[in-house]
Nanobody, 113 residues
Framework: QVQVVESGGGLAQPGGSLRLSCAAS????????MNWYRQAPGKERELVAS?????NYADSVKGRFTISRDNAKNTVNLQMNNLKPEDTAVYYC?????????WGKGTLVTVSS
């Protein structure tokens, strides 16, 4: 079964850190780009970070978030530092298998004091 499953969300204080993980299965992980998206309440889903041969970030998270992947373990991670209240959202892992996009169910990140 082709799937991705997120973990690691929770509550963090402003300036704090969280690490999200995504476990992939059912496809040849190393061949495909992996992405993290987020959707805040009342807003559209937006691309946060992506990784294939290199990595790319939304301007709003550059210098604070780092995406990484472990092709041996079929995992992709998102290290989030210096969190801000505006980072509060449901974060989704996404795999791009050609024209097919695989989505996880999401993990909630709340940044609040």
């Amino acid at each position: 079964q082709v799937q991705v499953v997120e973990s690691g969300g929770g509550l963090a204080q402003p300036g704090g850190s969280l690490r999200l993980s995504c476990a992939a299965s059912g496809f040849t992980f190393s061949r495909y780009a992996m992405n993290w998206y987020r959707q805040a309440p009342g807003k559209e889903r937006e691309l946060v970070a992506s990784i294939s041969t290199g990595d790319n970030y939304a301007d709003s998270v550059k210098g604070r978030f780092t995406i990484s992947r472990d092709n041996a373990k079929n995992t992709v991670n998102l290290q989030m530092n210096n969190l801000k209240p505006e980072d509060t959202a449901v974060y989704y892992c996404n795999a791009e298998l050609g024209v097919i996009k695989i989505w996880g169910k999401g993990t909630l990140v709340t940044v609040s004091s």
